[in-house]
């Protein structure tokens, strides 16, 4: 149990009498690239962002290194510093530079010096090949670049977990592989991801397990080679065989 960073227990969400997720349950281990596919509106989205406490679940339990995260008393800055997220929509910061975008979070929640935050962004900024980059405003550099900031922006604040929510939907198809690039490389490195992705080939290559939900529940769940090359539950076929058919 030494390894298991994230466990979700019986979390459900609802929105009003609208039930978005029901009864999840899956652990993340330190190491796991974990890739959650599924149709849109099947609660992917809302299960990452439970995990990261942007909404609180209506019942269930999140815990972290075996301590639950959705009681009172829990500092939601400071484990999102644990538990960083990377959004489809790069959620950037308009009005400051790319270096600042990456220094903002390390002053303000880990209470680092400026000139420490800024060494450590450098760090993160060249890492995703966006070091060039650092005095541009966001308006200024493309949809991958801006991801690939996120993505550094997430590092610099030395996350145990990266959450990905859909980090290439918003992109032009021949930006994508360079934020998957990206990706692949942290896997490499030994990251623990949650990544919500249609992706197949990323799920099917990158990913350690896949979780297919369908409806709010998950559906199947297991290694890439079991889940999306022999699946078991009809539903999970009929998903994949969207895929197989482009």
């Given at each position: 149990m030494a390894d298991t960073i994230l466990e979700i227990r019986h979390l459900s969400k609802s929105f009003g009498s609208h039930e978005v997720l029901k009864d999840i349950d899956f652990t993340v281990e330190k190491g796991d690239v974990t890739a959650i596919i599924g149709a849109s509106g099947s609660g992917k989205s809302t299960l990452l962002r439970c995990v990261n406490l942007l909404e609180t679940p209506t019942s269930g339990e999140i815990l972290f290194h075996g301590k639950d995260v959705t009681g009172r008393?829990?500092?939601?800055?400071?484990?999102?510093?644990h538990v960083g997220m990377v959004f489809q929509s790069f959620n950037l910061f308009n009005n400051m530079s790319v270096l600042e975008n990456c220094i903002v979070g390390q002053v303000k929640v880990l209470k680092k010096s400026k000139a420490e935050a800024r060494e450590n962004a450098m760090r993160y900024l060249q890492y995703v090949g966006m070091a060039p980059f650092i005095n541009a405003k966001p308006r200024q550099?493309?949809?991958?670049?801006?991801?690939r900031v996120a993505i550094a922006r997430a590092l610099a604040?030395?996350?145990?977990?990266?959450?990905?929510?859909?980090?290439?939907?918003?992109?032009?198809?021949?930006?994508?592989?360079?934020?998957?690039?990206?990706?692949?490389?942290?896997?490499?490195?030994?990251?623990?991801?949650?990544?919500?992705?249609?992706?197949?080939?990323?799920?099917?290559?990158v990913s350690t397990q896949v979780v297919y939900m369908n409806q709010g529940i998950i559906c199947e769940q297991g290694p890439p080679a079991e889940v999306l090359g022999n699946p078991q539950k009809q539903e999970t076929k009929d998903f994949l065989s969207r895929f197989r058919n482009n």
């Open positions: 008393g829990v500092n939601a800055p400071e484990y999102r510093s550099i493309s949809g991958g670049q801006k991801q604040m030395g996350p145990e977990v990266l959450l990905f929510d859909e980090p290439t939907s918003a992109l032009d198809p021949e930006m994508v592989g360079e934020v998957l690039s990206v990706m692949q490389h942290l896997a490499g490195e030994g990251m623990t991801m949650l990544v919500v992705t249609h992706e197949m080939a990323f799920a099917r290559d």
